[in-house]
DNA sequence: CACCAGGCAAGTA
DNA sequence: TACTTGCATGGT
């Protein structure tokens, strides 16, 4: 029950005839890229719409609105993607780093080396793995691999990895195996969560259809 | 009604 | 260290 180097392309190259070019992450702004890497933290993405689009009304999708916003007001604005509060807390958090380190600059962040930037969002309360990995490569285009969820179960469901499975090992196997770009993780995790939606559902899995049958 | 959705941190023993 | 719990709305 391992996953051989060759299977990653294979995966890849299937998944990519089947669906196309995504060009992820459905954002306008790496900031906004920021907030919504925050809010779909365990949430439907359909939620996370209505939140981002209440913002947007608002102005708020700068640092600058965004901070001098109260965080109970915050919290009311993106009340559609739930935990609310918590994810009021977390933003609040992650701008207040932006802030002090690298005074309200967020190129500032991105424009630091990888493991220096992914290091600095994971200190901050609320940023895990995959938070602080989207941000980095969805908004600041770092060639680094998101994990996610979708990720496992479709590898699991193949059996291509085992059940107990961490980010870390997983996010290895990719970025061992397969030359750091940028614009071949965006597209590859982008292709991962059309297909987890459409062929690989928690509760059911459509394997008969799934371009990924027999790899 | 039950279950699900692009996590993460804090509490418990 | 390993396991459990809280956080919460909105769609199916």
């Not at 947007?56 to 965080?71: D, K, Q």
């Not at 496992?152 to 750091?180: G, K, V």
Request: charged fraction near 20%.
């Amino acid at each position: 029950m391992i996953l051989r180097a060759a299977q990653l392309s294979e995966i890849y190259e299937r998944l990519d005839a089947h669906f196309g070019p995504q060009n992820w992450w459905p954002a306008h702004t790496p900031f906004e890229v920021l907030v919504g890497a925050v809010l779909t933290q365990n949430t439907n993405w359909q939620n996370v719409k209505k939140a981002i689009a209440r913002l947007r009304e608002a102005g708020l999708l700068t640092f600058e609105r965004l901070s001098s916003l109260p965080e109970a007001e915050l919290a009311e604005y993106i009340r559609a993607s739930g935990y609310y509060n918590l994810k009021a807390r977390r933003l609040k958090n992650l701008l207040q780093m932006i802030d002090t380190t690298y005074g309200g600059n967020l190129d500032g962040l991105l424009g630091e080396p990888t493991n220096v930037a992914r290091q600095a969002l994971l200190e901050v309360s609320g940023i895990g793995p995959e938070t602080a990995d989207s941000i980095l490569l969805y908004a600041g285009k770092h060639p680094i691999f998101v994990v996610d969820t979708y990720t496992y179960r479709i590898l699991h469901r193949h059996q291509l990895i085992p059940e107990e499975c961490d980010y870390q090992t997983i996010q290895d196997l990719f970025m061992d195996h397969l030359e750091h770009d940028a614009a071949l993780f965006n597209q590859y995790h982008a292709l991962l969560v059309l297909t987890a939606k459409e062929f690989c559902k928690k509760s059911v899995a459509l394997c008969e259809q799934c371009p990924l049958q027999n790899v």
